[in-house]
C-alpha cells in the first residue's frame, strides 16, 4: 500500500476515525492545543469557578420572542422562524438550549469574545458555535470589528463580514487590537499566586516530615546492624506503614526533640486561597458570598439575590441580549421588526411559593387556584363543584383592600348594600 501523507494530525485524527482506525497517541493538533498552564488559563479553578456560576445562572433564564404592537403592548411569538431557533437553537438534540447558551457565553467570560455561524439547513435556521481557539476576529485601522476569520479547515482560514454574513459576534474591549482582552490576562499574577499554592501544599503533604522529631543519641551505635534497625523502624512509623500512629521505642541513651518545621499554616495559604477567588469574583462583578466563597448572613445573601438579575448579571443578559437582536433580528431581515429577543428574568425571581401566592393573589384581588386544582396538589380527587375561581363576597362588596387582611372595613360586619329609595318615591 503506498504510503499516506496528511498535512497536520487534525487530518489524521479523521481518516483513523472514518476507518475504524484506534491511534493510541495521534499527536495533539495544533487548534486544540492550549499553551496556558493550567493555573493561569481557562481551567484554572477560581476563574472557573465564578464564571460557570455566571454562565449557568444567565443560561437558565428562558429565552423568549416577543413582538411590540403599535399601542405600545407586546404579545409572546411561539410561531415562526424564529421562535423555532430559540426553541433549538444549535439543532443538535444532544445539546439542549441552556446548554449551548451556556458554552457561547463562557466563551465570552473566558476569552472575552464570542461567535456562532447562522446556519440554514432544511429544517430551518440552527446556530454552529465556534470555539474560542478556532477563529480570530478582524479589524480595521480604528480596531473595529469587521469580521472573523475562522480555521474549520486548519489550512484554508475562512473569512465572515460582520456586515453580510450570518454571524453572531461580539468581542470586549482593548486597549490595542480590537482583539478583547481576557480578565484572565489581568487576573494572571494572582491565578499564578493560588496555583503555586495549591503545589505547594502538595508537596508538603507528600514529602513533609510526618513526625517533626530529631533523635538525638549520647552515645555510639553498637555495630552497624542495630543502626539499621532503628532505621527502617523509623520509617515504618513516619510512612504510614505497620508502625504509623503507635508509640515511639527509643534505645538507651537516645531522646526526642521536637523540629520546629515551615508548615503550610504558617503561610495562611487557605485563606490566602480564598481571597484570589475573591479577587477574581470582584473583577466579575459578582458577590463573593452568593457564590460561596466568603460567608454571609441571611440578610446580606437574600439581599444579594434579590439583585444579582438586576444588578450584577445585568450588563451580561444585556450585551447577549442586544447581540442577538442585531444579529438575528435586524440583520437577516426576515422578520417583522416589532420582533425582538428577551431573557424572562422574572423565572428567577419569583420567590418562594408562599410568598409568590401571596403576591399573585394581591395583585389579582382574587383566588389563583381552583379548589380541583389544589385537591390536585395534594392527590385528591376533584369535586364536580370545584371547577372555578371562587371570588369572596367581601373582595367585591365588602370594602377589603386586599384578599389577604381577612377583614372588611367594617371588621367583618359588613353588611349587602341595599338600594333605598329615593326621596319622594315609594
Known sequence: MAGLYFAHNGLLNDWAASNGIEV???????????????????KSHPLREVTDFIA??????????????????RIRVREGPLATLVANPSGNPA?????????????????????????????????????????????????????????????????FDIHTDGIIMNVGYAFASGKGEPKRRRLREILEEYDASLKYRAE??????????????????PDATSRERFQRGMKQFTSGQSG???????????????????KPIDVDDLNARDKVKIDVANAYGIPPEIIGI??????????FKQMLYGTYLDPYIVSLE????????????????????????DAQLRGDPEAQYKALVT???????????????????????????????????????????????????????TSEPEKGQP
Not at 457561547?104 to 476569552?111: A, H, M, R, T, V
Open 24 to 42: 493510541v497517541d495521534a499527536g495533539q493538533p495544533l487548534l486544540s492545543y492550549d499553551a496556558t498552564p493550567d493555573g493561569e488559563g481557562v
Open 322 to 345: 442586544q447581540t442577538l437582536n442585531l444579529c438575528l433580528r435586524d440583520r437577516l431581515q426576515i422578520y417583522d421588526k416589532g420582533v425582538y429577543l428577551e431573557f424572562d428574568r
Open 363 to 417: 395583585a389579582t384581588g382574587r383566588p389563583i387556584f381552583t379548589t380541583n386544582e389544589a385537591r390536585e396538589l395534594l392527590n385528591k380527587t376533584k369535586l364536580d363543584e370545584g371547577e372555578g375561581l371562587v371570588t369572596p363576597l367581601n373582595v367585591l362588596i365588602g370594602g377589603q383592600t386586599s384578599p389577604n387582611d381577612g377583614q372588611t372595613e367594617s371588621r367583618g360586619d359588613a353588611q349587602l348594600p
Open 204 to 221: 508538603v503533604n507528600r514529602h513533609g516530615i510526618r513526625s517533626p522529631l530529631v533523635i538525638e543519641r549520647d552515645k555510639p551505635w
Open 294 to 303: 466568603r460567608e454571609g448572613n441571611f440578610s446580606n445573601l437574600t439581599a
Open 95 to 159: 445539546i439542549p438550549p441552556s446548554a449551548f447558551w451556556y458554552a457561547l457565553i463562557q466563551d465570552g467570560l473566558l476569552d472575552d469574545r464570542y461567535l456562532a455561524i447562522i446556519d440554514q439547513t432544511d429544517n430551518g435556521l440552527r446556530l454552529k458555535r465556534i470555539p474560542a481557539r478556532r477563529w480570530r476576529p478582524t479589524v480595521d485601522d480604528f480596531d473595529e470589528p469587521t469580521g472573523a476569520k475562522v480555521w474549520i479547515d486548519p489550512a484554508n482560514p475562512t473569512k
Open 244 to 262: 504509623a500512629g503507635g508509640g515511639m521505642l527509643l534505645d538507651d541513651g537516645m531522646h526526642a526533640t521536637a523540629l520546629n518545621g515551615f
Open 56 to 73: 449557568r445562572m444567565i443560561s437558565s433564564l428562558p429565552l423568549k420572542v416577543y413582538k411590540r404592537e403599535t399601542d405600545g403592548s
